[in-house]
């Protein structure tokens, strides 16, 4: 994996206010060399209760389609979506609007991003986070089996007016010593609602390298779920980047087991 720039972060540098890296360690979980990844059982119950709620059982690929409106500064656009997910471990998210198009694609530990006319892969920092959040089952999955995978419990919240219950992961790469010092960049804050278990909004911090580099915080917030085949989708799906709001995505069809292949998640 190469430590090139990041298309979509330089692209947002022009009109984001970012959040220093200072900000971010007090924010992020530290990690020991020598502790096992902590998992509290409640935390385990609420992820286990919000896996059961979307499916009795997880299908081997998803393709969703959607529109799509993004705001970026004084400039509005709108386009159409693509989501694609194979298994828990790979993610293609494509945008088409008439500035052109972007992916940001994730398979197995590695990311490249698409943009302007060019590819790069992603730094080892954004790698832990690139793996797209919109269809949340395989993302949770993922962070179930992983056995590096802390899980904590931080209580329960108000979220927009409903009660949610908040825990927070992270990857502590215990069986990976030389990727350790990625944890932090890789905790996600995730919220779920208490009555029906379904995830409300997941949230992380993206920094493009360690130090005094420039950092931002992403929000995902998911309602509309609509049952699909069995399975639970978000079909209403909103993004904010340090608090301002960026991406409205409007689902209109999705479709589960259709053999999506490896093909389409190339990410050299």
Same mark, same amino acid.
Do not use: C
């Given at each position: ?22 900000? #971010? ?7 020991? &060399?020598?502790?096992? +990844?902590?998992?509290?059982?409640? &935390? ?8 059961? &709620? ?18 970026? /500064? ?11 997910? $194979? ?13 052109? #198009? ?13 943009? &302007? ?15 797209? +959040? ?17 899980? $904590? ?7 927009? /007016?409903?009660?949610? #219950? ?9 069986? =990976? ?10 905790? =996600? ?16 911090? $993206? ?22 085949? /069995? ?38």
């Amino acid at each position: 994996m190469k430590l090139l720039p990041n298309l979509l972060i330089t692209s947002l540098l022009t009109f984001l206010s970012f959040e220093s890296a200072a900000q #971010q360690a007090t924010t992020s979980p530290s990690t020991s &060399a020598n502790q096992s +990844p902590q998992r509290d059982q409640q &935390a385990l119950t609420i992820l286990n209760q919000a896996l059961a &709620a979307m499916a009795s059982s997880v299908p081997a690929d998803s393709s969703a389609t959607g529109t799509v409106t993004i705001v970026e /500064g004084s400039s509005t656009q709108n386009g159409t979506i693509q989501i694609l997910t $194979r298994g828990t471990a790979q993610t293609a998210e494509t945008i088409t609007s008439s500035a052109g #198009q972007r992916a940001i694609i994730y398979s197995k530990d590695d990311a490249k991003e698409v943009g &302007a006319g060019q590819s790069v892969n992603a730094p080892l920092e954004l790698i832990v986070t690139d793996q797209s +959040p919109d269809f949340p089952l395989p993302l949770l999955l993922s962070v179930l089996n992983n056995v590096d995978e802390a899980i $904590r419990y931080i209580g329960q919240e108000v979220l927009n /007016g409903e009660s949610a #219950q908040h825990i927070q992961v992270w990857n502590t790469f215990a069986s =990976k010593p030389r990727l350790r010092e990625l944890a932090p960049f890789s905790t =996600k804050d995730i919220w779920f609602d208490s009555a029906s278990g379904l995830p409300l909004k997941i949230a992380y911090i $993206r920094q493009a390298g360690q130090g005094a580099v420039a950092s931002f915080r992403v929000e995902v917030f998911f309602s509309n779920y609509n049952n699909v085949g /069995g399975v639970l989708y978000p079909f209403q799906i909103n993004k904010s980047y340090n608090g301002t709001p960026w991406e409205t995505i409007a689902i209109q069809s999705v479709s589960f087991n259709t053999g999506i292949t490896d093909a389409q998640f190339q990410v050299e």
